[in-house]
């Protein structure tokens, strides 16, 4: 059931039908299309008002479309940055063993160049006994078998070194 202050029948002159009437709320604003109808309008005048047409092309989709493509520009622009990312990274990772390989290699010669050059000046010099007792020139003499054992291992330990080294950085 409606209440008296929506829709409202008024009682018709002699012979005339009943027409509803739309009254409105006395709480609300009138709308500025409404504000030159009186209190009571018709019905079938409220029903075939025409309402201002909905632009969906302007409201809705242009919005949508052009998020889309904006969406689908990011993700354009993301995806080269990513791939840049990827590349340089890739290039970084593939250049760093070759430069690290050639940075120790070079390391490793210099150690293995300051060895050689250590045990040549030992060997230049012979060493002398302090004491020229029999114990003593008996222990020099035991001594050179095992430096010259020392020094012909270390001779094939630079050696092997330098053919890894080789092997490694393909010189």
Do not use: Y
């Amino acid at each position: 059931m409606e209440s008296p202050s929506e829709t409202m029948l008024s009682s018709p002159p002699c012979g005339q039908p009943a027409t509803p009437l739309v009254l409105t709320n006395p709480g609300t604003q009138p709308s500025p299309r409404n504000q030159n109808s009186s209190v009571e309008r018709p019905l079938a005048e409220v029903i075939t008002e025409e309402f201002a047409p909905f632009d969906a092309e302007n409201l809705v989709v242009q919005p949508f479309q052009e998020d889309v493509s904006r969406d689908a520009k990011f993700e354009q622009e993301l995806s080269n940055m990513l791939l840049n990312a990827i590349l340089e990274t890739h290039a970084w990772a593939s250049a760093r063993p070759k430069h690290e390989a050639a940075m120790e290699s070079q390391n490793l010669e210099d150690q293995i160049s300051n060895i050689m050059s250590t045990e040549r000046e030992q060997g230049m010099c012979s060493p002398t006994p302090s004491i020229s007792s029999s114990f003593s020139m008996s222990s020099s003499f035991i001594r050179l078998p095992i430096i010259e054992k020392t020094r012909a291992k270390l001779a094939d330990f630079v050696r092997k070194m330098k053919t890894a080294i080789a092997a490694l950085t393909d010189i």
